[in-house]
T-cell receptor, first 118, second 111 residues
Framework: GAGVSQSPSNKVTEKGKDVELRCDPISGHTALYWYRQSLGQGLEFLIYFQGNSAPDKSGLPSDRFSAERTGGSVSTLTIQRTQQEDSAVYLC????????????????FGQGTRLTVV | GIQVEQSPPDLILQEGANSTLRCNFSDSVNNLQWFHQNPWGQLINLFYIPSGTKQNGRLSATTVATERYSLLYISSSQTTDSGVYFCAVRRNTGANSKLTFGKGITLSVRP
């Protein structure tokens, strides 16, 4: 696609329910990143994919959080048994290359999914 | 991990003024980007600048990689420049490719 697309734009869920957030990266981009931004805060790294594998998942805050990527394209971030502290904007980014070769390339972000746990 | 510090944390300008935003980082990097987060939360790419100098209209940026800092210059500021400016870097190693963000600089441009 023309840009990184995330869905849904907004999600309100009840505490204890599971949620799935979707990211559709720019076509051809092999690297995909998930970040979280709480209100008024900076960006917190969650997980990085190169292709379908996740060489860095160090930012996932607990085992309630998981992510997968299939076909080297779409990624899904799943939060199980949501808690109120999970409320935040979840941002996805993609770039054409990351890691391995040591080359850096420009990353582009989607518009984010605003998650509210009530 | 790599540390990214941005200064000043907050900046208030009168429309038409110029400003310099700074980003310091603690290790060698192969990627440095400046973003503007608009009031709707969207992260807008301003510059991809691991080294050297670039200009885009009223904005320009310089990264001195050997001294581990980058500067973003805003000239003739406008109210639409308001928002949060983030610097993000990627360490120069193949093992870790995440972008590490600074805490951001909140800019308010007053008419």
């Amino acid at each position: 696609g023309a840009g990184v697309s995330q869905s849904p734009s907004n999600k309100v869920t009840e505490k204890g329910k599971d949620v799935e957030l979707r990211c559709d990266p720019i076509s051809g981009h092999t690297a995909l990143y998930w970040y979280r931004q709480s209100l008024g805060q900076g960006l917190e790294f969650l997980i990085y994919f190169q292709g379908n594998s996740a060489p860095d998942k160090s930012g996932l805050p607990s085992d309630r959080f998981s992510a997968e990527r299939t076909g080297g394209s779409v990624s899904t971030l799943t939060i199980q048994r949501t808690q109120q502290e999970d409320s935040a904007v979840y941002l996805c980014a993609s770039s054409s290359l990351g890691g391995g070769s040591g080359m850096g390339t420009e990353a582009f972000f989607g518009q984010g999914t605003r998650l509210t746990v009530v | 991990g790599i540390q990214v510090e941005q200064s000043p944390p907050d900046l208030i300008l009168q429309e038409g003024a110029n400003s310099t935003l700074r980003c310091n980082f603690s290790d060698s990097v192969n990627n440095l980007q400046w973003f503007h987060q608009n009031p709707w939360g969207q992260l807008i790419n301003l510059f991809y600048i691991p080294s050297g100098t670039k200009q885009n209209g009223r904005l320009s940026a310089t990264t001195v990689a050997t001294e581990r800092y980058s500067l973003l210059y805003i000239s003739s500021s406008q109210t639409t420049d308001s928002g949060v400016y983030f610097c993000a870097v990627r360490r120069n190693t193949g093992a870790n490719s995440k972008l590490t963000f600074g805490k951001g600089i909140t800019l308010s441009v007053r008419p």
